[in-house]
């Protein structure tokens, strides 16, 4: 048994409650381990926002950590080892079970939940579990486990966008951004940048940007197509609100009969409601799919990261434009992000390695 600290989300409208959690020893397919940084992620808000969210809760999926014990089925890290926590099974088949869920108790009850990183220590299935480089640093690398496999992966793993290819990104807050580098690393023949903040805008230009579009001030459609003669190969919605959600159906070309299908639309955001489509978009042969942890297997992709990070390719450094020094500030980071003050992404770093 080990007790630790937790930011946990005990009742819906109060600030999250840094208290102690105590986690039981690994089962054979847990892993336990001492978190290093953990990133502050829109979808954490989205839950804070639910007043049916189950409580108690604890929040965050992504996060870098040191393996401090480990179950005996555990074979692909052991004590000492540094990792990242992520929320996207590791290496799933279709033989692979879902993760087992997190067991934790908390003022004197047992819960689980698949995964947190909002906490000191976790004990986690061993599926939410992946190595990572030794050399690297472990605060930026925190923000791979949802920002970079999510935006990133979307592009690189879902679309498959080719080089050349011309590329639209709506939003381009902590994921939005992965979607511009990503879609920079692919080679991308343009990448149209669309938000309502001019300082983000800038921002995913130093990021690969090629062309930007504040949708405050111009038709975010119209302006699209005419940098394209008449729409992109694929738009991504990094947002997932409605009117993003039609916006990037609009903005991927009509397909040409015979010659080509049309673009694709990739939403990446989490809707948090029923949208409405025009279905005659669809009849030019365009598509809209979804993207979910960018379709990734972590063990593979994740590595890929770090190595396009070592090479400059991948700027984490750049892309965490905030950092707390400890989980206590966890409630005036959830009210930053809120505010739109979080230009890239926040971290909390909660420890260095020794
Ligand atoms: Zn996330």
Redesign the pocket.
């Given at each position: 048994m080990l007790t630790t600290r937790a930011a946990v989300y005990v009742k819906h409208g109060n600030p999250l409650d840094v208290d102690e959690i105590e986690l039981p020893d690994p089962g054979d397919e847990e892993v336990l381990v001492k978190l290093f940084a953990s990133?502050i992620?829109?979808?954490?808000l989205h839950q804070l926002h639910r007043p049916d969210h189950p409580t108690p809760a604890l929040l965050g999926?992504?996060a870098t950590g040191v393996v401090t014990a480990a179950g005996k089925s555990v074979t692909h890290v052991r004590e000492g080892d540094r990792v990242i926590v992520t929320?996207i099974p590791r290496d799933a088949t279709p033989e692979t079970p879902r993760p087992a869920r997190a067991r934790y108790r908390f003022r004197g009850q047992d819960y689980d939940t698949l995964s947190y990183t909002w906490a000191e220590d976790v004990l986690v299935s061993e599926q939410l579990v992946v190595p990572l480089d030794p050399e690297v640093p472990v605060d930026v690398t925190a923000i791979i486990g949802?920002?970079v496999v999510?935006g990133v992966g979307a592009v690189i793993g879902t679309a498959k966008v080719q080089q050349g290819e011309t590329v639209a990104v709506f939003g381009v807050g902590g994921?939005g951004l992965n979607v511009v580098a990503g879609a920079k690393i692919a080679g991308a023949g343009r990448i149209i940048a669309v938000d309502l903040d001019d300082e983000k805008l800038k921002f995913a230009e130093d990021l690969g940007a090629t062309d930007l579009v504040n949708a405050s001030k111009v038709n975010a459609v119209e302006a699209v197509q005419d940098l394209t003669n008449g729409g992109v190969d694929y738009a991504f919605d990094a947002i997932g609100r409605e009117i993003t959600m039609q916006q990037i159906l609009e903005a991927t070309r009509p397909g040409t009969l015979g010659v080509q299908h049309g673009g694709s639309a990739v939403l990446v955001g989490i809707p948090q409601g029923d949208v409405t489509l025009n279905a005659r978009l669809f009849t030019p042969e365009r598509t809209f799919r979804g993207s979910l942890g960018g379709s990734s297997h972590p063990m593979t992709d994740f590595a890929q990261y770090v190595a396009w990070f070592k090479q400059g390719a991948l700027p984490l450094d750049k892309m965490v434009t905030r950092q707390y020094d400890s989980l206590d500030d966890i409630n005036e980071g959830v009210r930053a992000l809120e505010a739109g003050e979080i230009l890239g992404r926040s971290i909390m770093v909660y420890a260095r390695p020794d």
């Open positions: 990133g992620c829109h979808s954490q999926h992504e929320w949802c920002a999510t994921v």
